[in-house]
């Protein structure tokens, strides 16, 4: 039902690569040389999610300016999954939970291994579990940052753009001209998001961008899906196209069943099974909370090993 057109691998130590070329801005068509600034002033993929290599040559400086906005509301949507699982973006691994607020996640490095510290006010909550057995497990409340919705859909959308072949752009217009204004929505219809995780915390530190395009082309299926994966956590979103959705009815659910295999620092690779993914609606313009309201960790004091969970909010 699907090709895949499109697929990129950024992780630590990846070539420094270069996507597309500066005759114009990709987004609002601006030319010239003097618009663009540094080759390596648009990131491909958030430098926030740890990209340190894949760049855009067609994305103009104003343009990459006004994005960060976007950038800015989807990291802070999965702030908890980058602390815990140790990305580093542009000045470290992000803190999740302000300065006063009731809990905070931190990420350090202590001679050269990652440690978590968790505080939290009074309010962490310890389940129990089988304390003759040496289990334990505690329900840790996250508070994590406001975001605002519709811009962290449009941070995926304008990601997905950058990737698609040159040809494919006069498909997209709508998309693309929406992001010029921070409140347009993309296309009309719920901005909705299939959201999986992996396994939190020790995250591959890897992005990878795929792109899937409908093979049949009177199929009643959503032309294009863009799937980003971070680390542990994975987004998938129909890109919708200003003619080749017209006859698509709004789908239920994104529903891909992501398994990857991510490059580890010390060589070879983890398998990663990503859950069936969470579906949201980032419609909204009003900031709220990121989607998880705590994480249960479970660890097992004779054997040492633990888990965290993600627990939604309802
Ligand atoms: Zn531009």
């Not at 698609?164 to 219809?189: C, K, M, V, W, Y």
């Not at 069936?276 to 054997?303: G, H, I, K």
């Amino acid at each position: 039902m699907y090709e895949l057109i499109v697929q990129e691998l950024v992780e630590p130590g990846s070539m420094q690569r270069f996507l597309g070329e500066r005759t114009s801005c990709r987004y609002c068509g601006a030319t010239g040389s003097a618009v663009f600034g540094k080759r390596r002033n648009a990131h491909a993929l958030p430098a926030a999610l740890g990209n340190r290599t894949l760049f855009s040559l067609d994305e103009c400086r104003a343009c990459n300016d006004k994005f960060s906005i976007y950038e800015d509301a989807l990291c802070k949507a999965v702030g908890p999954f980058l602390t815990l699982g140790g990305v580093r973006g542009r000045s470290g691994v992000r803190k999740t939970g302000k300065t006063g607020s009731k809990s905070t996640v931190r990420h350090t490095m202590l001679e050269g291994k990652r440690q978590l510290s968790i505080a939290s006010e009074g309010d962490a909550e310890l389940m129990g579990g089988d304390q003759t057995k040496g289990l334990l497990s505690l329900t840790m409340p996250v508070d994590g940052d406001k975001f605002v919705p519709r811009y962290a859909y449009k941070a995926l959308t304008k990601v997905g753009l950058s990737m698609l072949p040159a040809e494919e752009l006069p498909n997209f217009q709508r998309a693309i001209a929406s992001l010029d204004d921070l409140d347009t929505e993309p296309h009309p219809g719920p901005l909705q998001i299939g959201f999986s995780y992996a396994f939190v915390g020790n995250a591959p530190p890897a992005l990878a961008v795929t792109l899937l395009r409908r093979k049949d082309f009177s199929a009643q299926l959503p032309y294009m899906i863009f799937l980003l994966m971070a680390g542990s956590v994975c987004f998938q979103i129909w890109l919708r196209s200003d003619n080749r959705d017209a006859d698509v009815p709004e789908v239920g659910r994104l529903g891909i069943r992501f398994n990857a295999q991510l490059p580890k620092p010390e060589g070879g690779y983890f398998p990663i099974n990503y859950c069936d993914p969470l579906q949201f609606d980032w419609s909204d313009l009003t900031p709220r909370l990121q989607p998880f309201q705590a994480f249960e960790l479970a660890f097992n004091a004779q054997t040492t090993e633990g888990s965290i969970t993600p627990i939604p909010r309802v």
